[in-house]
């Protein structure tokens, strides 16, 4: 919808253009959006035509119609996004399938679903479209493929594709050809002759929307904010961490405290003039990449016309670890035979080549330009890289204020990320690197890409009710402007509720993140109880979770009072164990066996009183 000349109608354009097999994609950062081309290309290989679908852009009834093309099927790459919930762009077709009269009995179907196990909801979405499409009526064609990204997802998606295929190759009688040639979806044209004005530079999807701004500001058209803050909370140590406020007195934007702000990051300029320089190639040449089928919902892999370094710079993700079949296309490039066969094993779906990729590749964490680095004879072309790298996302932040107090900056809490990979190799976080070097001045503030995206992570709509967080390191940020807000409204003299804060760092002495400002709060009775663990102040570590287990009895309070909890910070470990905690509380403190504890708990979170904004 919205886009010119474009037919939502996605069985009457399989139809027009004799296609069999439609990949729809739920996707957040990119991912199941790219595993949802890499079946439609994958389809060429066994004499199938194949569509790619974004499940917002088309009439998604249309599935009822799917027996109008004979042998037609459709795959659904769904991935589950914050607590079980659908990506955005799958959100309307979460609502339809949970409405009533859909018949489906004529739709042949598959899911792979990509989640994360370190969160609780794993892979909701996935199953969600699995089961429901089979109650609705129709045929599941191959069994449900869940990936892992707290493990390897890469090696999850190519394991099930490849039993995928051998099972529709045996049902449809489908012969594959071989595996050497690469496909191609786009075709390069290189422009001798564009006028600027031609020339995308960095837009996300509107030609000049950085020049010419308009409201209103989302994903498609963000708002160039200035940056007029960008300090160090961190006083000495050997890690950073910025505190950065964006002006958006200008824009119309809103937010509350616990939503997120996106920003739009780009590549460090010196890697893109690596790459430029390893492959030979002119930076500033303007080209296109367009589909080669015509019919095809996406015409250009990301907006063109554009230069290569506007490509390599704010498009296409180059420090990512590249994909298996990145891998493969490469490997046709090299001109010494043993580079080429052993990029070929790296690519290849046996144990051997997974251990092998999974070593050199992903724990290595070698990059594109590590690989082209690391082989010399590897000569690919650069459209080539540009037509199969990953998109590069924008980046999340928990809102650190409150709009109540601040509403015409939206405050950001990150820490800079930088190390050095197992083969010595310096690695710079995108985001962060790039916002570390943006300092404001008056004159000509430096101004980022960003939109705000609406949150679940919300305070109690009364004042009076107690509220207990849960956030070591940044994941004091959304806790923040909640503290801000609870401040105000006590500034009103309204009455509020009991603030509990349990916060966690390494040391007192460098890294307790707004130190001064939660100290004031807790004397001015905004804070009523303030937690610190440091976990590197003395000979035994102290976390979070270990304060929380030491203070049972207030915690169940806030649980017994109808008061709310909130975890915000890493899955794996912190999360996990606070989950553990409010559980064993439960069980203890309110005489229930662990499978009403359980049952407890879930329906606290259901109701909005447990809360987890987390990453892993």
Not at 93 to 121: I, P, R, S
Request: hydrophobic share 35%; with cysteine.
């Amino acid at each position: 919808p919205g886009r010119v000349g474009f037919d939502s109608n996605f069985v009457r354009r399989m139809n027009k253009g004799d296609k069999k097999m439609v990949v729809f994609f739920g996707s957040q950062t990119g991912t199941a959006e790219e595993f949802a081309s890499r079946l439609a290309k994958d389809a060429r290989r066994y004499g199938l035509k194949a569509i790619t679908g974004d499940p917002e852009e088309c009439d998604m009834e249309e599935l009822e119609n799917m027996g109008q093309i004979e042998n037609g099927f459709a795959v659904f790459c769904m991935a589950t996004y914050g607590e079980g919930d659908p990506t955005d762009n799958s959100q309307e077709f979460y609502d339809w399938l949970q409405q009533d009269g859909h018949n489906l009995a004529d739709l042949k179907y598959a899911v792979f679903g990509l989640g994360n196990k370190t969160y609780e909801n794993y892979n909701t979405m996935g199953k969600f479209v699995d089961k429901k499409l089979s109650e609705l009526g129709a045929e599941r064609v191959f069994e449900l493929g869940l990936g892992d990204d707290d493990g390897n997802i890469e090696e999850d998606f190519v394991t099930w594709k490849e039993k995928f295929w051998a099972s529709i190759s045996e049902r449809f009688d489908l012969e594959p050809l071989g595996e050497d040639t690469v496909l191609r979806e786009y075709n390069l044209e290189i422009h001798e002759d564009k006028s600027n004005d031609e020339i995308f530079t960095g837009e996300p999807q509107r030609l000049h929307s950085f020049q010419k701004q308009k409201r209103p500001f989302d994903a498609k058209n963000p708002y160039l904010a200035p940056i007029v803050v960008n300090r160090e909370l961190h006083n000495g140590g050997d890690r950073s961490c910025m505190h950065i406020e964006l002006d958006i007195s200008d824009s119309g934007i809103k937010y509350e405290a616990g939503d997120h702000v996106a920003i739009y990051p780009k590549n460090d300029s010196e890697t893109v003039e690596r790459i430029g320089q390893r492959l030979n190639i002119d930076l500033e040449t303007v080209f296109s990449l367009n589909n080669i089928d015509e019919e095809a919902s996406k015409q250009h892999p990301f907006p063109c016309p554009c230069t290569y370094r506007t490509a390599l710079t704010y498009y296409v993700d180059i420090t990512c670890a590249p994909r298996t079949h990145v891998i493969q296309a490469l490997s046709e490039f090299a001109e010494d035979p043993k580079e080429k066969e052993f990029l070929k094993l790296l690519a290849k779906p046996t144990s051997e080549g997974k251990k092998e990729y999974s070593e050199w590749i992903l724990k290595d964490q070698r990059s594109v330009l590590d690989v082209l680095i690391d082989l010399p004879s590897l000569k690919p072309p650069l459209d080539l890289i540009l037509e199969l790298a990953s998109r590069l996302q924008v980046r999340y932040y928990s809102i650190s204020s409150s709009s109540k107090v601040s509403p015409t900056k939206i405050h950001v809490t990150a820490v800079l990320v930088n190390y050095t990979t197992k083969i010595g190799r310096e690695y710079n976080g995108v985001a962060t690197s790039w916002l570390k070097n943006l300092i404001p001045n008056d004159e000509n503030p430096p101004r980022v890409p960003i939109y705000v995206r609406r949150s679940q992570f919300k305070l109690p709509r009364k004042h009076q009710v107690p509220i207990l967080m849960v956030g070591p390191g940044t994941g004091l940020a959304p806790f923040r402007g909640f503290i801000q807000e609870r401040h105000f409204q006590k500034n009103q003299d309204k009455p509020i509720g009991n603030c509990i804060l349990y916060f966690g760092c390494r040391n007192k002495d460098s890294d307790y993140l707004y130190q001064s400002e939660l100290v004031d709060y807790e004397k001015d009775g905004t804070i009523s109880s303030l937690h610190v663990a440091f976990s590197r102040d003395q000979p035994k570590k102290i976390y979070v979770t270990h304060l929380l287990k030491e203070n049972t009895e207030e915690l169940w309070n806030v649980v017994n009072e109808g008061g709310h909890i909130y975890v915000c910070g890493d899955a794996r470990n912190m999360a996990r164990d606070v989950h553990q905690v409010l559980l064993d509380v439960v069980q203890t403190k309110g005489g229930k066996t662990l499978a009403e504890a359980e049952a407890f708990v879930k329906k606290m979170s259901s109701q909005g009183r447990y809360s987890c904004d987390v990453w892993s």
